[in-house]
């Protein structure tokens, strides 16, 4: 029996030791750590850097997920790559570990039509048992997945919800209308910003990336939603609201995220994607690191 996604889940950094491999001792600690902050775990996103790990490096770090967890709190992993094909194998691989469900991101550089989404997903959602999450993210893909897409795969019944990282109010409001209106598919918010709004609009959780860096702070937007103190998971948004718009301005988030982990003395590794971090970039992540 697959766990309910809800509440809070970390899109947890993938952890590398000093020569830039995967760590599984410090991928632990990391769980551990938001474990005992109420927090769930979402393994191979965006912050996970899912677009410079093999195959094969992104179920090891879901196997470790899954296994530190031990059925603690669900586990969801990403799965999506370019090809249909690609997105499957990897997926009849992640579903053997056990996690609760899994997000597939729509296809990046190749421009798609929505026919051509629907196609990709319903095939995707046809050859795995788990459940499976859309993952809209336009400004990183080039391709955005529409409500009425959304809808359409809705009537799939492997197809779960839909995590919408486009950025806007707007967006997330869109896909909480396709929700209040169909049976089984929920949402999942992106943005940091949007945690208590989509809460309040019916999204079932939020996928968090600044959740690495402060644990309790976003999940006590969470904890007082769900004890129906909505000034409270308010107040609680708002704490962070800073936090995230001058972290994310250094540069790209899992190296920024990454960066302010370190500086808190938590040992994750350096990003592998080529960043470079200027000595305002660092004085602004230690002056946030500061204020937590």
């Known amino acids: 029996m697959t766990k309910k996604i809800e509440g809070i889940l970390t899109a947890i950094v993938t952890t590398f030791d000093d020569n830039g491999d995967f760590c599984p001792k410090r991928m632990r ?10 927090n769930s775990i979402f ?12 195959r094969q490096e992104k179920i090891k770090v879901t196997e470790v997920c899954v296994d530190k967890v031990a059925g603690r709190s669900p586990v969801m992993a990403h799965i999506g790559e370019i090809s249909t094909r690609e997105t499957i194998k990897l997926g009849k691989e992640i579903e053997k570990l056990g996690v609760d469900a899994v997000s597939v991101i729509a296809p990046y550089f190749v421009p798609l039509k929505q026919d051509e989404l629907i196609y990709h997903y319903s095939l995707i959602a046809d050859a795995l048992t788990v459940p499976v999450f859309l993952y809209n993210i336009p400004a990183r893909t080039g391709n955005t997945i529409q409500p009425e897409t959304a809808a359409k795969l809705a009537e799939h019944q492997n197809i779960l919800g839909i995590k919408d990282s486009a950025g806007s109010a707007e967006s997330l409001q869109a896909f909480l209308n396709v929700a209040n209106s169909i049976d089984n598919f929920n949402v999942l918010t992106g943005p940091d910003f949007l945690i208590y709004q989509g809460f309040v609009g019916g999204a079932v959780g939020s996928i968090s990336g600044l959740a690495n860096v402060a644990p309790a702070y976003i999940n006590a937007i969470w904890k007082h939603f769900k004890n129906g103190d909505l000034n409270k998971s308010k ?16 540069v790209f988030s899992p190296a920024a995220v990454k960066k302010a982990l370190t500086l808190m003395g938590e040992d994750v590794g350096v990003s592998r994607y080529p960043i470079l971090f200027s000595d305002e970039h660092i004085a602004a992540i230690q002056n946030i690191v500061n204020q937590l």
Request: glycine share 10%; net charge negative.
């Open 43 to 54: 393994c191979n996103g965006t912050n996970g850097e899912f677009f410079v790990l093999s």
């Open 235 to 250: 107040d609680a948004q708002d704490a962070v609201g800073n936090l995230r718009k001058d972290l994310y301005a250094t």
């Open 29 to 38: 600690n990391q769980v551990q750590r938001q474990l005992a902050n109420g």
